[in-house]
């Protein structure tokens, strides 16, 4: 836990601002300590809700003089705890957000780090353009923290994470200094770009306040289908297939499991089978273009060469609007489906497209090998090497026991992870759930230049010390 903070900087802050800037009521509260799954409660002695960057600076300022520590959090959908405090300040931004501008021969949204991704979609769609990030948390999780966790989602094959579509920041530094650095160009060389380091940072080298963010125009050709296949290896050449036949447009390409697919239906409200068959590996694939009908025919002359080649076993491509959502509803809703399972270790990992196979093959045998009877669930973004690796107890299994081998299981897939040339945390960061076991993954050598870089903006470490190294 972090050291208590004195009574003095309580009253500081309170004054800084004002009525309505603050709270300490414990049902206010209590939504902002506690993680979406339960797994992460908090405490902190104070939430504060800044309207805007002068607000967010004043209080960093406060906390940097005092050497008070600081939690910032954005919509609390984050999945590693990097958002709980632990008696820290909890900097809210849920009163930051507006939208400063829309610019469509820039492309571009400058929106303040509170926004929803939902608002965000809503005012790119205003202009008639699209902001393609999108995930399945877009309801509640806001800008601020999309860039701190450089998320990525299901259109990273084509669009890439938020490294790739934010343009500019403005951010608070833990000097409590201001950096404006919203430019919107698409070239800049002038020296380090501190945007990328804040973008993945996880809070803790400054609060975002406001992002410039990159827009594209909006494809009214979209082709969504669910494929079966034999296997992960046939999954990926089925994606080079894609590629080649869209001519790069290529949306997502999601693989979901049969146990997956099987939780789906079993326990979200008005899923369906997509198909007849029961195959042991879906992939969702969407396809879309500017040219009217493009995508549709795209798809069809994938699948049907696919299944000519013996790729595909089966397969179906949503005929309206409301069976492409159903398709997408079931891969969205794979982890709340998994969740009236009970127990499950999770992991979010990436190795090379290539070995995608391979690595399922390993650490599921590995796995059946320690504890026979445990069910594998993966599911995820097969163009990013991204799985979402997660295994629940065997059938009856004990939660608490499966709970209590958590780590040990964690230590043998990212063992097999790192064998393969990959990464323990793809997409959802490192928190405070993975910061010490990725120490124990990367080199000396890179863990001293990011803890310089670190010591350099935040001397006090007071921005999220709990988090990053
Ligand atoms: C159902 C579901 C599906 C998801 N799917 C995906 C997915 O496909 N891809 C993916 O990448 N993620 C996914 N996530 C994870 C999560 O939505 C993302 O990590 C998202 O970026 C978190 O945004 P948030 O606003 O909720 O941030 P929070 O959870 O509040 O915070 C996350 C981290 O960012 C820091 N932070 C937040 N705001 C700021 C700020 N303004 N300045 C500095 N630091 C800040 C916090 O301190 C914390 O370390 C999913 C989550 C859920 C619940």
């Not at 829309?102 to 608002?119: S, W």
Request: aromatic letters at 4%; hydrophobic letters at 45%.
């Amino acid at each position: 836990m972090t050291i208590p903070v004195p009574a003095d900087v309580i009253s500081r802050l309170k004054a800084v601002l004002g009525e309505g800037g603050w709270s300490q009521d414990p049902d206010r509260l209590a939504p902002k300590l506690v993680e979406w799954r339960d797994r992460w409660s908090g405490t902190t002695p104070l939430l504060v809700l800044p309207r805007s960057t002068a607000e967010v600076a004043a209080v960093v300022g406060v906390c940097a003089e005092s050497g008070t520590a600081i939690t910032p959090q954005g919509g609390n959908t984050g999945l590693v705890g990097g958002q709980i405090p632990d008696g820290e300040i909890l900097l809210s931004l849920e009163k930051m957000r507006a939208v400063r501008e829309t610019n469509v021969d820039d492309d571009v949204l400058i929106v303040e780090a509170g926004l929803t991704l939902a608002e965000a979609h809503e005012a790119a769609a205003a202009v008639g353009r699209r902001f393609p990030l999108s995930l399945a948390s877009e309801g509640s999780c806001t800008i601020g923290g999309l860039v701190s966790t450089n998320a990525g989602g299901v259109a990273v094959l084509r669009y890439g994470t938020m490294r790739q579509l934010v343009l500019g920041l403005e951010a608070v530094l833990p000097s409590g200094e201001v950096w404006d650095g919203l430019k919107r160009l698409r070239k800049d060389n002038t020296g380090y770009d501190l945007k990328q380091l804040l973008i993945g940072a996880e809070g803790t080298l400054g609060v975002v306040t406001a992002a410039a963010l990159k827009l594209f125009p909006v494809l009214p050709s979209r082709a969504v289908a669910i494929a079966s296949v034999e296997s992960p290896a046939d999954a990926v050449a089925l994606l080079a297939r894609a590629k080649e036949v869209s001519g790069g447009a290529v949306e997502s390409f999601e693989l979901i499991g049969a146990l997956g697919m099987d939780l789906a239906i079993r326990h979200i409200p008005g899923a369906r089978t997509p198909l007849e068959s029961r195959p042991p590996w879906f992939v969702l694939i969407e396809i879309a273009s500017g040219e009217p009908g493009a995508a549709e025919a795209a798809m069809e002359r994938l699948l049907e060469a696919a299944m000519e080649a013996g790729l595909v076993t089966d397969a179906a491509i949503a005929q309206t609007e409301t069976q492409a959502k159903a398709f997408w509803a079931l891969r969205e809703n794979q982890s709340a489906a998994q969740k009236s399972e009970g127990a499950a270790w999770k992991h979010d990992i990436a190795v090379p497209v290539s070995r995608i196979a391979q690595f399922l093959e390993t650490a599921g045998a590995a796995l059946q090998a320690r504890w026979p009877g445990v069910r594998i669930d993966a599911f995820g973004h097969v163009g990013d090497g991204n799985i979402h690796y997660d295994v629940l107890a065997a059938p009856g299994g004990d939660a608490p026991a499966h709970n209590a081998r958590r780590d040990e299981a964690a230590r043998l897939v990212h063992d097999i992870v790192m064998s393969l040339g990959g990464s323990i945390s793809a997409e959802h960061g490192l928190g405070t759930m993975k910061t010490a076991e990725a120490l124990s993954y990367k080199s000396p050598v890179e863990v001293a230049a990011q803890r310089a870089v670190r010591a350099a903006l935040d001397p006090k470490r007071i921005m999220n010390p709990r988090v990053l190294f």
